[in-house]
């Protein structure tokens, strides 16, 4: 028989705060390099790109309101997608770019093509790629104008869904950012890597019950960072089951306007709640009407502390345990945990395998088919 631990995607899932610390370590011990590195492009008005395809994408989405306060605070995000199919809606030969390349394998077309389509479109370009492979083809390219790093090798996820290869890839990223005081940033991570740990064994089997539940539809929301950790939720709950569930994500004043159209008797409403009390406000606003005009398969919160909320109406709520005056740029990672062992619960309550759920084929682990065209 099969148990839940035998299976690639819940252990990367449960490696996620070691991990994290380990990622840490790794950005402390370059510290020199790093700082160098960034300030040799910053000090020159080089903007800085965060882009990925995909969960990787996401990355950026999340990070980009996060970073506002750091030396990355004027970054933009834009996934390689765009990048490649329109370089120069973006750049051009006045640009200069300092271009964040998220990827866990490094080997899909759209990393290498992304590089490509800067170098040639904008004027100047940089590249710093933080990676999970050490063999992947981004990884071995070399440059003056690179800076590669490479995250702990379990974090090169062997399971189809993007997992600990988010979350660490998120916090380096972050840590970059803050790499001319990185020593003061130990303690944040810490924090967030044993918040998160007691939080999954905690909730872990309350989150299984849910995924138990015969929803068919589940709505992902949140405000700020938080909405671009809906986003990823969103996919890892729907690739994770093969498009069994259909699921969407939006902020949550967003959603009135056109989305909550989708809010159904066989839907699952999962809110990501800001630990800003002035952002809550609206948050409760939004679960009060919701509460009283739908009828839900099941709701869940997720919230820093459940004594802040002036609303608690739900079927499951999950705290954090996270301190106050957490950065919105490691605090985000500690509420994916929740979406990405919905997933993996439930692609087991469908009958799939996890590490591999996709039976049309229609997603691999490394994106194929795709030609690239100068």
């Keep these: 028989m099969i148990m839940t631990y035998d299976y690639y995607t819940y252990k990367e899932i449960r490696q996620q705060p070691r991990v994290w610390k380990e990622a840490y370590e790794i950005i402390l011990s370059r510290k020199s390099e790093i700082q160098a590195y960034v300030h040799k492009y910053l000090d020159l008005g080089y903007k800085v790109i965060l882009t990925g395809a995909g969960t990787s994408a996401y990355i950026g989405d999340a990070l980009e309101p996060a970073l506002h306060d750091t030396i990355f605070g004027n970054a933009a995000a834009i996934a390689t997608t765009d990048i490649i199919t329109c370089p120069e809606l973006w750049f051009d030969k006045a640009s200069k770019v300092l271009l964040v390349s998220f990827a866990r394998s490094g080997n899909s077309p759209e990393s290498i093509g992304a590089v490509r389509a800067a170098e040639k479109t904008a004027g100047e370009t940089a590249h710093i790629f933080i990676t999970c492979n050490a063999s992947g083809q981004l990884a071995q390219m070399k440059g003056d104008n690179i800076l590669t790093i490479l995250l702990p090798p379990e974090t090169n996820d062997l399971s189809l869904a993007m997992t600990s290869s988010y979350s660490t890839m998120f916090i380096a990223c972050a840590l970059i950012a803050h790499i001319d005081d990185i020593e003061s940033q130990k303690a944040a991570v810490d924090v ?74 066989d839907s699952l409403l999962v809110y990501l709640v800001s630990p800003m009390a002035s952002v809550r406000r609206y948050e409760t606003d939004l679960m009060k009407q919701i509460a009283a005009g739908n009828k839900l398969k099941a709701s869940i919160i997720v919230c820093r502390d459940a004594s802040e909320l002036a609303y608690s109406d739900c079927t499951l709520c999950i705290e954090t345990g996270l301190p106050e005056g957490i950065p919105g740029c490691y605090g985000g990672v500690a509420y994916v945990f929740v979406a990405q062992l919905l997933g993996f619960f439930k692609s087991l309550d469908c009958g799939l395998t996890p590490d591999a759920p996709s039976v049309s084929g229609n997603i691999s682990r490394v994106v194929e088919g795709v030609t690239l065209y100068d």
Excluded: W
Excluded at 203 to 211: L, M, N, V
Excluded at 245 to 250: A, Y
């Design 192 to 265: 967030v890597a044993d918040s998160v740990q007691k939080a999954m064994d905690r909730y872990e089997d309350a989150i299984k019950d849910i995924a138990a539940k015969d929803f068919k539809r589940a709505i992902f929301l949140g405000s700020g960072t938080l909405k671009g950790v809906a986003e990823e939720s969103r996919l890892k709950l729907q690739e994770l089951t093969d498009g069994r569930v259909m699921c969407s994500f939006d902020s949550f004043l967003g959603f009135r306007h056109g989305p909550k159209a989708i809010v159904n008797p």
